[in-house]
């Protein structure tokens, strides 16, 4: 009896547990029916462009369809001495079909990325070769321009044979393969990024350093002070925040300004003799960054220091601990995740800003994306502004990876 | 100890002063009566509130900034509140490799953005048109509104859903009547951000957006690249005004939130 009863049991339990797995089941294709639309959205809309963006940063096919000849026979080509006849030829005939076709410009255009000039130098010749020639292909091309005597013209033609290609990347670093293929640093008038690298990361650390020694003392005023001044200064921690970037670039502006704010004002205190220039350099970009980002510091050190009890300082000072002790060793080490967080949060944005430097600063003050906007927009040269939004994007995943495995993102909630 | 105390009593208070002082100081300069950008004021009107109200560029860019921003908003809500309750219904496989790219326009540079956005959409006929720009907003909006309406939705009691379900209703009625009037304070605010962003956002506009789509932040850049018009200022009190209004409902709801949890 009892045996019979407990295979009963058994069967039972195995059809509840059945009808659980397929309730559960079903919760989780619901689930997934949920979550689809916002994924796809984001997955096509956003993440499928920023990939085909980036993807151009390696990618190089705008040479080898137009000189498809040339690009072939070079495909042997050692890059230490001018190639042999049967390039020549190959280049002559790919100009001349590629300037029936009109499909030689955007190749120029690529090839100028690499080298001033050699816009011209592919125009021209193949408006100079369009004509019937007699004798050697070689010296033909020389005559039609003499920069096609010249290794580093070929070696730009190698270069971008495509489909893939480390150019843009290395360009981005201030180097550059030469002919024979071998990597070096490009000519000092030429190395522009790793001076605007160095600049970004020190205006990004500097604006952090400062967010930081700003932000320290007013959240701790917030976190420690009666509900009414913490409302109130918190207050004016969140007005800024909600504030539009542009709104206060345009108040630093409107305030710095030779004929703004601080001018009058300091001129008419005497401290100034004649309105200075405020504006346009590096004081400006840095003061109104630190305004802008300063909310991103304190809220999550003011959301650490709530959870901190009171009653930790007084015990401490109670142990006969110095104020100052006290709060090197009771109190800044528990502060720890939110210090890690705040900076955290105001390197990364400090690293994309693109509004204000382009407003508020001058030529040596344009951050990264400041370039990254400049290829993409002034010169078309997708290709360099890719493989800089590359770094950037890289460099930006790489610190938030980093600090979600030093510290973890479950330490703080800044909300 | 009082020096210390006293000491950085001043710092944080010079600091909170340092916050709120340059929107300060660009409101009543806005209600000037001349055209200086600096004080005394020589006199007090609405000189520059007539002129953005008269001005065809400002009133379009307001126009766009409030049509974008709405439109944005109903599709990012919809969406991002759709995905939050997905992820908390049950675990699927991948959720957090899923959260990851839902955050994802979160973390990506805006610049990074701005030019992705305009390559892409351009062949797709999206670059210089509202719909491109609603659907850009709307990417950049959703992650707000998944957290916030996740962060409610961890308050929220599972056996109402379950009641709700012996008592017969479907899962669309159990939605409508027993879960979104509960987790409706968080569908709110992060409606709320979400208009935030686009009304806020400055750097994809100005790439993506065509002459016909300028919004408040792209006239008031091209008007800071310019000379400074006290139009601009203008523009920037009723920013300040409405960022203030938003913020006061999002601490409101929450507030409300707050109160109905047991």
Same mark, same amino acid.
């Given at each position: 009896?009892?045996?019979?009863?407990?295979?009963?049991?058994?069967?039972?339990?195995?059809?509840?547990?059945?009808?659980?797995?397929?309730?559960?089941?079903?919760?989780?294709?619901?689930?997934?029916?949920?979550?689809?639309?916002?994924?796809?959205?984001?997955?096509?809309?956003?993440?499928?462009?920023?990939?085909?963006?980036?993807?151009?940063?390696?990618?190089?096919?705008?040479?080898?369809?137009?000189?498809?000849?040339?690009?072939?026979?070079?495909?042997?080509?050692?890059?230490?001495?001018?190639?042999?006849?049967?390039?020549?030829?190959?280049?002559?005939?790919?100009?001349?079909?590629?300037?029936?076709?009109?499909?030689?410009?955007?190749?120029?255009?690529?090839?100028?990325?690499?080298?001033?000039?050699?816009?011209?130098?592919?125009?021209?010749?193949?408006?100079?070769?369009?004509?019937?020639?007699?004798?050697?292909?070689?010296?033909?091309?020389?005559?039609?321009?003499?920069?096609?005597?010249?290794?580093?013209?070929?070696?730009?033609?190698?270069?971008?044979?495509?489909?893939?290609?480390?150019?843009?990347?290395?360009?981005?670093?201030?180097?550059?393969?030469?002919?024979?293929?071998?990597?070096?640093?490009?000519?000092?008038?030429?190395?522009?990024?790793?001076?605007?690298?160095?600049?970004?990361?020190?205006?990004?650390a500097m604006v952090t350093a400062i967010t930081l020694v700003l932000a320290y003392p007013l959240a701790a005023l917030i976190a420690l002070s009666r509900p009414a001044v913490a409302s109130a200064l918190l207050?004016?921690?969140?007005?800024?925040?909600?504030?539009?970037?542009?709104?206060?670039?345009?108040?630093?502006?409107? @305030? *710095? =300004?030779?004929?703004?704010?601080?001018?009058?004002?300091?001129?008419? &205190?005497?401290? +100034? %003799? /004649?309105?200075?220039?405020?504006?346009?350099?590096?004081?400006?970009?840095?003061?109104?960054?630190?305004?802008?980002?300063?909310?991103?510091?304190?809220?999550?050190?003011?959301?650490?220091?709530?959870?901190?009890?009171?009653?930790?300082?007084?015990?401490?000072?109670?142990?006969?601990?110095?104020?100052?002790?006290?709060?090197?060793?009771?109190?800044?080490?528990?502060?720890?995740?939110?210090?890690?967080?705040?900076?955290?949060?105001?390197?990364?944005?400090?690293?994309?800003?693109?509004?204000?430097?382009?407003?508020?600063?001058?030529?040596?003050?344009?951050?990264?994306?400041?370039?990254?906007?400049?290829?993409?927009?002034?010169?078309?040269?997708?290709?360099?502004?890719?493989?800089?939004?590359?770094? @950037? *994007? =890289?460099?930006?995943?790489?610190?938030?990876?980093?600090?979600?495995? &030093?510290?973890? +993102? %479950? /330490?703080?909630?800044?909300? | 100890?009082?020096?210390?105390?006293?000491?950085?009593?001043?710092?944080?208070?010079?600091?909170?002063?340092?916050?709120?002082?340059?929107?300060?100081?660009?409101?009543?300069?806005?209600?000037?009566?001349?055209?200086?950008?600096?004080?005394?004021?020589?006199?007090?009107?609405?000189?520059?509130?007539?002129?953005?109200?008269?001005?065809?560029?400002?009133?379009?860019?307001?126009?766009?900034?409030?049509?974008?921003?709405?439109?944005?908003?109903?599709?990012?809500?919809?969406?991002?509140?759709?995905?939050?309750?997905?992820?908390?219904?049950?675990?699927?496989?991948?959720?957090?490799?899923?959260?990851?790219?839902?955050?994802?326009?979160?973390?990506?540079?805006?610049?990074?953005?701005?030019?992705?956005?305009?390559?892409?959409?351009?062949?797709?006929?999206l670059a210089s048109t509202h719909g491109g720009l609603i659907i850009a907003h709307a990417l950049l909006a959703s992650p707000f509104v998944v957290v916030t309406v996740g962060a409610t939705l961890s308050q929220?009691?599972?056996?109402?859903?379950?009641?709700?379900?012996?008592?017969?209703?479907?899962?669309?009625?159990?939605?409508?009547?027993?879960?979104?009037?509960?987790?409706?304070?968080?569908?709110?605010?992060?409606?709320?951000?979400?208009?935030?962003?686009?009304?806020?956002?400055?750097?994809?506009?100005?790439?993506?957006?065509?002459?016909?789509?300028?919004?408040?932040?792209?006239?008031?850049?091209?008007?800071?690249?310019?000379?400074?018009?006290?139009?601009?200022?203008?523009?920037?009190?009723?920013?300040?005004?409405?960022?203030?209004?938003?913020?006061?409902?999002?601490?409101?709801?929450?507030?409300?939130?707050?109160?109905?949890?047991?």
């Amino acid at each position: 009896m009892a045996h019979v009863a407990a295979i009963e049991t058994g069967k039972a339990a195995a059809a509840l547990a059945r009808r659980a797995r397929r309730a559960g089941y079903g919760q989780k294709v619901s689930a997934a029916l949920l979550v689809l639309p916002l994924l796809l959205f984001v997955l096509v809309a956003f993440a499928a462009p920023i990939g085909a963006m980036l993807k151009r940063g390696v990618e190089d096919r705008e040479v080898a369809p137009v000189l498809p000849r040339t690009i072939g026979a070079l495909s042997g080509w050692s890059g230490t001495a001018l190639p042999d006849e049967p390039v020549f030829a190959a280049l002559v005939e790919d100009l001349r079909e590629a300037r029936a076709a009109g499909t030689l410009p955007s190749a120029a255009s690529r090839l100028n990325h690499d080298q001033a000039g050699l816009r011209t130098t592919l125009i021209g010749s193949a408006r100079r070769l369009a004509a019937p020639f007699e004798g050697p292909a070689r010296e033909a091309v020389l005559r039609a321009d003499p920069a096609w005597g010249q290794l580093e013209t070929w070696g730009a033609l190698a270069r971008a044979r495509g489909p893939w290609t480390d150019f843009f990347l290395l360009a981005a670093l201030d180097l550059k393969r030469d002919a024979a293929g071998t990597i070096r640093a490009v000519a000092e008038e030429q190395a522009v990024f790793r001076t605007v690298f160095g600049r970004t990361f020190w205006i990004a650390a500097m604006v952090t350093a400062i967010t930081l020694v700003l932000a320290y003392p007013l959240a701790a005023l917030i976190a420690l002070s009666r509900p009414a001044v913490a409302s109130a200064l918190l207050f004016a921690v969140l007005l800024p925040f909600w504030t539009s970037l542009l709104v206060r670039t345009a108040a630093w502006m409107v @305030l *710095l =300004a030779r004929e703004g704010v601080a001018n009058h004002a300091l001129v008419a &205190l005497g401290l +100034f %003799g /004649a309105p200075q220039q405020l504006l346009f350099n590096r004081f400006a970009v840095v003061v109104a960054m630190v305004h802008i980002l300063l909310p991103f510091m304190v809220l999550p050190l003011y959301a650490v220091m709530r959870q901190i009890p009171p009653i930790h300082l007084r015990a401490a000072s109670s142990l006969g601990a110095h104020p100052v002790s006290a709060f090197r060793r009771v109190w800044l080490p528990q502060t720890l995740p939110g210090i890690g967080a705040g900076c955290l949060m105001v390197f990364i944005q400090a690293l994309g800003f693109y509004i204000t430097p382009a407003l508020l600063g001058g030529g040596a003050d344009q951050m990264l994306p400041y370039f990254i906007g400049f290829y993409a927009n002034q010169t078309v040269n997708w290709g360099m502004a890719a493989s800089l939004s590359l770094l @950037l *994007l =890289a460099a930006t995943l790489l610190i938030v990876g980093l600090y979600g495995q &030093l510290v973890g +993102f %479950g /330490a703080v909630r800044t909300s | 100890m009082s020096a210390i105390r006293l000491a950085w009593w001043v710092v944080g208070l010079a600091v909170a002063v340092f916050l709120v002082a340059p929107l300060l100081v660009i409101v009543p300069l806005s209600f000037s009566d001349g055209s200086f950008l600096h004080f005394p004021l020589p006199g007090i009107g609405m000189r520059w509130y007539r002129a953005f109200f008269s001005s065809d560029f400002w009133l379009t860019a307001l126009w766009n900034s409030l049509t974008i921003g709405i439109a944005s908003t109903i599709v990012a809500t919809a969406l991002g509140t759709l995905a939050a309750i997905g992820l908390w219904l049950a675990v699927i496989p991948g959720a957090s490799a899923i959260m990851a790219v839902l955050l994802l326009p979160l973390v990506v540079p805006a610049i990074i953005t701005a030019v992705a956005l305009t390559f892409a959409y351009a062949p797709v006929g999206l670059a210089s048109t509202h719909g491109g720009l609603i659907i850009a907003h709307a990417l950049l909006a959703s992650p707000f509104v998944v957290v916030t309406v996740g962060a409610t939705l961890s308050q929220f009691d599972r056996t109402l859903l379950r009641a709700a379900s012996s008592c017969g209703a479907g899962p669309v009625t159990a939605f409508r009547r027993v879960m979104l009037p509960v987790i409706l304070p968080g569908v709110v605010a992060g409606a709320v951000f979400a208009f935030a962003t686009s009304l806020d956002e400055s750097v994809v506009v100005l790439f993506l957006a065509g002459p016909s789509q300028r919004t408040l932040p792209r006239q008031m850049f091209a008007g800071l690249k310019d000379t400074i018009e006290l139009t601009i200022l203008a523009a920037a009190t009723m920013l300040v005004v409405l960022s203030l209004v938003l913020m006061l409902l999002v601490r409101f709801l929450s507030a409300r939130g707050e109160a109905r949890r047991p």
